[in-house]
């Protein structure tokens, strides 16, 4: 999963919604502490449905549309709250609104989470 995310709970929807980032000072507290970026999250309803929003100003990334990686994060959390399957909001606040699912369980190995998802392509990047 690479370097730590920093998790945080909000108790809505809206909460999520209205959130606007200090992105430089993220950047710097990110920075400092080694974190990836911030998955803020709504408290999960009793169905598992969440919104979330990835920011990772570090890597140049000033929000995800879709994080994989990072919801697998909260999936590995939220099983340790007896929660097992999330199904995740992401990308609305972005105009590419996405969906991934996880389901975290326990076997012989350890905590496995198995992650899908799906998301319409609106348009494409070319990168240089």
């Given at each position: 999963?690479g370097?730590s ?8 929807r ?20 080694g ?13 598992g ?14 929000e995800?549309i ?9 999936a590995?959390?939220?099983a ?7 199904a995740?909001d992401m ?18 190995s ?15 990047i070319?990168?240089?």
């Amino acid at each position: 999963m690479g370097r730590s995310r920093l998790l945080v709970p909000l108790t809505t929807r809206s909460a999520l919604t209205t959130l606007s980032p200090d992105f430089e000072r993220l950047r710097a507290a990110c920075d400092r502490l080694g974190f990836l970026g911030c998955y803020a999250y709504s408290v999960p309803t009793p169905t598992g449905r969440v919104a979330a929003r990835m920011f990772a100003p570090s890597i140049g990334v000033a929000e995800d549309i879709a994080n994989a990686n990072s919801t697998a994060c909260l999936a590995a959390h939220l099983a340790g709250q007896g929660i097992s399957d999330i199904a995740v909001d992401m990308g609305d606040s972005l105009g590419s609104p996405s969906t991934i699912t996880a389901t975290a369980h326990h076997d012989a190995s350890g905590l496995r989470v198995h992650l899908s998802g799906a998301a319409d392509v609106t348009r494409s990047i070319r990168m240089p």
